[in-house]
Nanobody, 122 residues
Framework: QVQLIESGGGLAQAGGSLRLSCAAS????????MGWFRQAPGKEREFVAR????????SYADSVKGRFTISRDNAKNTVYLQMNSLKPEDTAVYYC???????????????WGQGTQVTVSA
């Protein structure tokens, strides 16, 4: 079992930055691929970014590529999402998730956090 708790959401202006953190419980954090997803009102949950077990490989949705950076610190059982050049369309609830496989499919993630709201004003 892995429990995930996100933090760092809030209100930002367009062009600004936020850094999300996701703290994981348990000793097995380093055995999970980690991902970030988001869900805007009235829309389906969508993939944002993912990272491999040791952080050597990452991938991003086209909509955030070049603006967002995912990273992890296995010593701290934490995964991060640095969000720069924010746009109003980035407004959503952001979720971190853990999976035993390398995937962008939300349905293949085993554990989810409760989500943190990010609101970007124009």
């Amino acid at each position: 079992q892995v429990q995930l708790i996100e933090s760092g959401g809030g209100l930002a202006q367009a062009g600004g930055s936020l850094r999300l953190s996701c703290a994981a419980s348990g000793r097995t954090f380093s055995t999970y691929y980690m991902g970030w997803f988001r869900q805007a009102p009235g829309k389906e949950r969508e993939f944002v970014a993912r990272i491999t077990l040791t952080g050597t490989m990452t991938s991003y949705a086209d909509s955030v590529k070049g603006r967002f950076t995912i990273s992890r610190d296995n010593a701290k059982n934490t995964v991060y999402l640095q969000m720069n050049s924010l746009k109003p369309e980035d407004t959503a609830v952001y979720y971190c998730a853990a999976s035993t496989i390398w995937t962008m499919m939300a349905g293949r993630y085993d554990y989810w956090g409760q989500g943190t709201q990010v609101t970007v004003s124009a």
